[in-house]
């Protein structure tokens, strides 16, 4: 289990920046990999995205579709020692334990927002078995209200076609990421701190994602 510290760069690291531009062109010549509404990302300061997860490669194509320095949350259980922890830190990975609260997680994603950075968040937990859209954690929605941070949801569509859940090998499929405007949390961030604010916060975040989804459809 992993039990290091998280380390924040503002700016891209080496082994991430080498990756990144090596990404998106491998990426749009093997995957017809599209991005719309990338405007929608704040250039600056702190970004919470919140996406859909279908498949293992969805923090790739994410981290391909913005130009900025992205972190996002995995499974404790991925953190073990060997190439998969060093890939997973290098890529700005940290650990959250599923299923339970985690205050040391939930502390690190309000202090890489806190530091003006983007961070990536799957507000369903855990990969979806047919594509379907399902219901945001709870832990999302505090994440969200606790922090000042842009709250911007987006859209994911191809890469469980790419890497199904029982696959062990990429197959050719079109990937498109869809970033929709940022959410208006001012009302949200006014309201009483409580479990309703934060799963009405996760509500509103999966209706913008399936609004997203309804949207690519066809392109």
């Known amino acids: ?56 490669v969805d923090p790739v194509f994410m981290g391909a579709a913005v130009d900025r320095n992205l972190y996002y949350m995995a499974r404790s259980t991925l953190f073990k020692p060997g190439l998969i922890e060093w890939l997973l830190l290098n890529m700005n990975a940290f650990p959250v334990h ?8 939930m502390r690190w994603a309000l202090q890489i ?32 209200y606790k922090t000042t941070a842009f709250v911007v949801p987006a859209f994911l569509g191809g890469t469980r076609e790419v890497l199904p859940r029982t696959a062990k090998m990429l197959k050719p499929a079109k990937v498109i990421v869809s970033f929709g405007k940022p959410l208006d949390m001012e009302y949200y961030r006014k309201c009483e701190a409580s479990r309703e604010t934060y799963v009405k916060i996760g509500e509103a975040v999966m ?10 459809m066809g392109l």
């Open 207 to 216: 209706a913008r994602i399936a609004e997203l989804k309804d949207g690519s």
């Open 98 to 105: 599923l299923g339970v609260p985690d205050r040391r997680a």
């Open 113 to 144: 927002l806190g530091d003006g950075n983007l961070l990536l968040i799957f507000p369903e937990g855990t990969r979806s078995v047919d594509g379907t859209l399902g219901k945001a954690q709870a832990g999302v929605g505090l994440i969200a």
């Open 1 to 56: 289990m992993w039990k290091g510290e998280l380390m924040v760069h503002r700016g891209m690291r080496f082994h991430y920046h080498l990756l990144h531009v090596i990404a998106r062109p491998l990426l749009k010549s093997f995957f017809k990999f599209q991005v719309f509404g990338a405007e929608n990302v704040p250039s600056t300061g702190g970004v919470l995205l919140m996406s859909n997860h279908a498949s293992y």
